[in-house]
């Protein structure tokens, strides 16, 4: 793992999407295509618009996939990832990307809805996953206790409190009680198994996970952790998230 601290949120934003983006240029050169993985929430904003202005990059050779998304949250809801990833980045990049894989979370049949990411995943590997950390240390929704060994590209997870305490404080949703108890996730070893990871991580209230993301044992209680064994991660912080770090 190498750590990147900006001067600010954008400065973070910037280095981190360069990262992002000389990878997707390599596999684009190297296979004729790109494969990513992108992520939401309040931390990605920043990332994700300066990622769709790199140069260079020919959009119609990447094929998306998303992390993450509620169980039962209508697309039309302001918290759902896949209105998220369609406003976001989507519609953002210059050129329409070759395919962008969503998780229905609005699936009558959990188990199939995995199994058709599972098949569309493992075409080919992935070259670039871009994610971030939650204020419990979880990496996409796989919070602690993480399950460290399945080989499932996904599971229907159950989300703990703190996890959904984040959801109400990014203001995706008014009270606890509205936000959903589970989600589907990207699994931990489905992320590692990636080229490359690009992990931005920004805000003072991600600071103690962060310390223990890049500082701390590798554990399934702080699942994010796990990035420390990867040969090909960055982990983009700004000084707000990097100030309890001792080094």
């Given amino acids: 793992m190498q750590t990147y601290i900006g001067k600010d949120k954008l400065d973070m934003a910037q ?4 990262f992002a983006a000389a990878r997707i240029r390599k596999a684009i050169k190297d296979n004729g295509e790109a494969r990513i993985i992108v992520a939401t929430g309040a931390s990605q904003f920043e990332f994700l618009e300066a990622l769709v202005k790199e140069p260079d990059i020919d959009w119609t050779k990447v094929t998306g996939f998303h992390l993450d998304e509620y169980v039962g ?3 039309s809801h302001k918290a759902s990832f896949r209105n998220y990833m369609r406003e976001r980045f989507v519609a953002k990049t210059p050129q329409p990307l070759k395919a962008f ?3 229905n979370g609005e699936a009558a049949d959990p188990k199939a809805e995995i199994k058709r990411l599972q098949d569309l995943l493992r075409v080919a590997p992935i070259d ?3 994610v971030g950390i939650g204020e419990n240390g979880h990496l996409a929704f796989n919070d602690p206790p993480a399950n460290f060994d ?3 590209a996904y599971l229907v997870v159950d989300l703990d409190h703190k996890c959904r305490m984040q959801q109400v404080g990014e203001g995706w949703f008014a009270t ?3 936000v959903p108890k589970q989600a589907f996730s ?3 070893k489905q992320i590692m198994w990636a080229k490359a990871i690009c992990c931005t991580c ?3 209230r991600k600071a103690e996970a962060v310390k223990g993301a890049i500082e701390g044992p590798v554990t399934n209680m702080l699942p994010s952790s796990i990035m420390q064994m990867h040969p090909d991660c960055g982990m983009f912080l700004d000084p707000d998230s990097a100030a309890l770090l001792s080094k």
């Fill in 176 to 178: 606890i009680d509205d």
């Fill in 150 to 152: 399945t080989n499932d």
């Fill in 128 to 130: 670039v996953a871009c």
């Fill in 101 to 103: 894989n969503e998780v």
């Fill in 186 to 188: 990207m699994t931990i």
């Fill in 73 to 75: 949250l209508p697309v």
């Fill in 202 to 204: 920004p805000d003072s």
């Fill in 15 to 18: 280095k981190a999407a360069d």
